[in-house]
T-cell receptor, first 117, second 113 residues
Framework: GAVVSQHPSRVICKSGTSVKIECRSL??????MFWYRQFPKQSLMLMAT?????????EQGVEKDKFLINHASLTLSTLTVTSAHPEDSSFYIC?????????????FGPGTRLTVT | QKEVEQNSGPLSVPEGAIASLNCTYS??????FFWYRQYSGKSPELIMF????GDKEDGRFTAQLNKASQYVSLLIRDSQPSDSATYLC?????????????FGSGTRLSIRP
């Protein structure tokens, strides 16, 4: 299957700092990427949908000024958590859509575990 | 009503038996349906996708889709302890300008030896 990478896999930062997470589709071009957040023992929560070359679409309750998304190319999307606080500590997962014949498939990155101290 | 509903479980199945996981969705315009497996602390991994009514088989896994009933299921034959995980159902609409993928809350499956 297609491969999606994320960097970094783990990050610890101090409260008030900003953290950037990269999501790359390695062997296919992804016009759409998604950013999810998952708290322990909870399901994935979609934060935003990122389309290449346009502004991201944020889900209700997600602050666009706090979670900056840039989808600069067909293989790269970045999520920047600005002025991080301990409550932002979570598992952040990106995904990218690739095509397979008549259907689309969503491939997930391995996730980034953010800890804000 | 949630857009994608799954029984949270846990669903306990003896090793070697068939595990049946169910998912219902509310949007009749949904086009593609996915099953993901997620181990604790890991990212979801795609098991199967289906977009036509009927059954789709891949190894020990069979996905079943009934669009009239808005129902999709996953059967796991010859269940193994390694199948113990949370299984996420996802329902999607894909367009060139926007795509929408909704996840269920997941079903925890436990295979007992």
């Amino acid at each position: 299957g297609a491969v999606v990478s994320q960097h970094p896999s783990r990050v610890i930062c101090k409260s008030g700092t900003s953290v950037k997470i990269e999501c790359r589709s390695l062997d296919f071009q992804a016009t759409t990427m998604f950013w999810y957040r998952q708290f322990p023992k909870q399901s994935l929560m979609l934060m935003a949908t990122s389309n290449e070359g346009s502004k991201a679409t944020y889900e209700q309750g997600v602050e666009k000024d706090k979670f900056l998304i840039n989808h600069a190319s067909l293989t790269l999307s970045t999520l920047t958590v600005t002025s991080a606080h301990p409550e932002d500590s979570s598992f952040y997962i990106c995904s990218a859509i690739g095509t397979s014949g008549f259907s689309y498939e969503q491939y997930f990155g391995p996730g980034t575990r953010l800890t804000v101290t | 009503q949630k857009e994608v509903e799954q029984n949270s479980g846990p669903l306990s199945v003896p090793e070697g038996a068939i595990a049946s996981l169910n998912c219902t969705y509310s949007d009749r315009g949904s086009q593609s349906f996915f099953w993901y497996r997620q181990y604790s602390g890991k990212s979801p991994e795609l098991i199967m996708f289906i977009y036509s009514n009927g059954d789709k088989e891949d190894g020990r896994f069979t996905a079943q889709l009934n669009k009239a009933s808005q129902y999709v299921s996953l059967l796991i034959r010859d269940s193994q302890p390694s199948d113990s995980a949370t299984y996420l159902c996802a329902v999607a609409q894909f367009y060139s300008s926007a795509s929408k993928i909704i996840f269920g809350s997941g079903t925890r499956l436990s295979i007992r030896p």
